[in-house]
């Protein structure tokens, strides 16, 4: 498979002592995130757990979509810009056509037009949809619709991708052709997924309950001890 990023400096993510409190409507405090520590090298790591267990709300720590109550994300050697893939692709398609979607993720980075044209006719071929440049967002299925947001992704030439459930709404085929493709980025990847073949394919598996890092290691005891937490 062609490989789209090239990212040379290994990334290390290091989390201390993060953790995150919300308000309940009931005006009480709630911890859904308890103090985490963590040191990310590997390249492949799956977030697992039951609904609630806090997948998500890593996830938006480390993206710095949310602000920890306490405790701190750091990265080495500096932060990486971040690309986000939401279950739902639609969410992030901000443009009525596919190539002007990829163009809008592209102008900060590329001035000159006819250049933004030619490099998402580039990013759009390399995932299949070099015939869908000129079709409208709306008519595309999940499947299509999950990849152009990831083109989206890419074209911001993204140091770390962050997924959360991206493969839920996709059938059995484009489910499997779009893991590949995370996978065979060449840029850090945290996903959150209940598909546990897919976490299987992880170079390490963080297993999530209530709130707390339940368990961390190879994917294979992760994922029966995540069994184990689910169903006794
Ligand atoms: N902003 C918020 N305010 C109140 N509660 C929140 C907020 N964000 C998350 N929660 C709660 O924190 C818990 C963890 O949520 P999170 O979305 O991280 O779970 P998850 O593991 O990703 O679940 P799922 O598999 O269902 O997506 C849930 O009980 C959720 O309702």
Do not use: W
Request: hydrophobic share 45%; charged share 25%; with cysteine.
């Amino acid at each position: 498979m062609e490989k789209l990023l090239d990212n040379q400096d290994s990334l290390t993510i290091r989390v201390d002592d993060l953790c995150l409190d919300v308000e309940t409507a009931a005006g009480d405090q709630r911890r859904i995130l308890h103090p985490l520590q963590l040191e990310i090298t590997e390249s492949r790591v799956a977030v697992i757990g039951s609904n609630g267990s806090g997948k998500s709300t890593l996830l938006r720590l480390l993206a710095g979509l949310a602000q920890p109550t306490a405790g701190e994300v750091r990265f080495s050697p500096t932060r990486p810009s971040t690309g986000f893939i939401f279950a739902n692709p639609q969410a992030q398609l901000v443009m009525p056509v596919v190539g002007e979607d990829i163009e809008f993720s592209l102008r900060q980075r590329i001035k000159q037009r006819a250049e933004r044209r030619r490099r998402a006719e580039e990013i759009l071929r390399g995932l299949g949809l070099a015939d869908r440049i000129d079709s409208s967002v709306y008519e595309l299925s999940s499947g299509e619709a999950q990849k152009v947001a990831l083109a989206g992704v890419l074209a911001t030439e993204p140091g770390l991708v962050l997924a959360d459930e991206p493969t839920t709404l996709l059938d059995l085929r484009n489910a499997a052709e779009f893991q590949n493709r995370l996978l065979d980025l060449d840029v850090p990847l945290v996903v959150a997924t209940h598909d546990l073949e897919f976490a299987a394919r992880a170079d390490r598996v963080l297993v999530f309950h209530e709130g707390h890092l339940a368990f961390d290691g190879a994917p294979a005891p992760a994922v029966a001890h995540y069994r184990r937490l689910a169903l006794g």
